[in-house]
């Protein structure tokens, strides 16, 4: 609170962040991983207004008042917030000191967000993006159900086993096996938040010649699951070792417990990954396959150079649009 009061506007300090700013911007639009996981893969979920385009324009931000913006800051005190404390006092004393140090009134509520919405995912649909490569590189984003803390331990060794890793089978069947990508994988997610939807984030980077073909591949492993059950039981060796080494210390255990509240949870799910990978089995997993990942409807989110891209083959998935950095990136 004494930082925040002391807090002074300053007209050359606020300009020479702006240009930082617009610095980075132009940085971005020239990162290929910027413009796929970020401006394509926001898009391929929200729509065009999405989280990671909502930016002020270079014209607002170098119009801003810095003496409003010093007001808003000193302000920051005033709303609702969590004070975390690690270190070696008892909690009754930092609650003393804080009775002493930290006074404060009524607090104020959180200005009301901008929601977002999940777009439906009923048919498929191709976004590409321009970029000077020589390989194309591909996002299959497939929209599942909403959160659900059951489906942990099944993610683990789903992801494990099939989708991430250079022993997946993902990597091994389209990499190692028939030479179509550089790199490759596929990965069940988890939401941030109890309201939001688990996606099957799939990848694969390859030469444009080989776009189709790889394309096709992607599509008999993400609806028929190969069983390999020594390859199975090393997923679940390593599910297991990796959880016996995982611990969370120090201030770490505040954020994981915020991520788990964020998640309707008021406990360490890991332990349910824990007991349940030691006794589940290839058949369980591929039930999960088939329920959650098998039979999917997809967005292609694409980037690679105009000229070398095989359209024809992009249109044989679903319905392209091209879009241009300044939509994806809202600047």
């Known amino acids: 609170e004494h930082i925040l009061a002391n807090v002074k506007p300053d007209k050359d300090v606020y300009e020479a962040m702006v240009m930082d700013v617009l610095q980075s911007r132009a940085n ?30 270079e014209d607002e931000l170098k119009k801003q008042d810095v003496n409003q913006l010093v007001t808003l800051i000193k302000s920051l005190s005033g709303y609702k917030h969590k004070i975390f404390y690690y270190g070696q006092l008892e909690p009754t004393k930092v609650s003393e000191i804080l009775t002493k140090t930290h006074a404060i009134g009524k607090l104020k509520d959180y200005p009301v967000a901008k929601k977002y919405e999940e777009q439906p995912l009923n ?18 984003l497939g929209k599942d159900v909403k959160f659900d803390n059951t489906l942990y331990p099944s993610i683990f060794l789903y992801n494990d086993y099939y989708g991430s ?23 069940f997610g988890v939401p941030q938040y109890a309201t939001e939807s688990h996606y099957v984030t799939s990848y694969v980077g390859t030469q444009s010649d080989k776009l189709r073909t790889a394309l096709a591949e992607m599509d008999k492993l993400l609806n028929n699951m190969p069983e390999v059950p020594q390859q199975f039981e090393g997923a679940r060796a390593s599910v297991i070792k990796t959880l016996e080494s995982d611990w969370i210390t120090r201030s770490d255990i505040y954020w994981a417990y ?23 089995t290839l058949t369980d997993v591929h039930n999960f396959f088939n329920q959650h990942v098998k039979g999917k409807k997809y967005t292609y989110l694409v980037i690679g150079k105009k000229e070398d891209l095989n359209m024809d083959a992009l249109k044989e998935l679903g319905p392209v649009e091209e879009l241009e950095l300044k939509t994806l990136f809202g600047y």
């Open 165 to 187: 890793g250079l022993s997946s089978i993902m990597f091994q069947e389209i990499r190692e096996k028939m030479a179509l990508a550089y790199s490759v994988f596929s990965s």
């Open 28 to 57: 971005a639009k020239k990162n290929k991983g910027a413009i796929l996981y970020s401006g394509l893969l926001n898009n391929g979920k929200y729509g065009k207004d999405n989280p990671f385009n909502n930016v002020m324009s």
């Open 123 to 140: 048919a498929n649909k191709v976004y590409v993006a321009y970029y000077p490569m020589k390989q194309a590189e591909i996002i299959l």
């Open 258 to 280: 915020d991520r788990a509240q964020k998640r309707g949870l008021n406990y360490d799910v890991r332990k349910d990954v824990y007991e349940k990978a030691k006794t589940m």
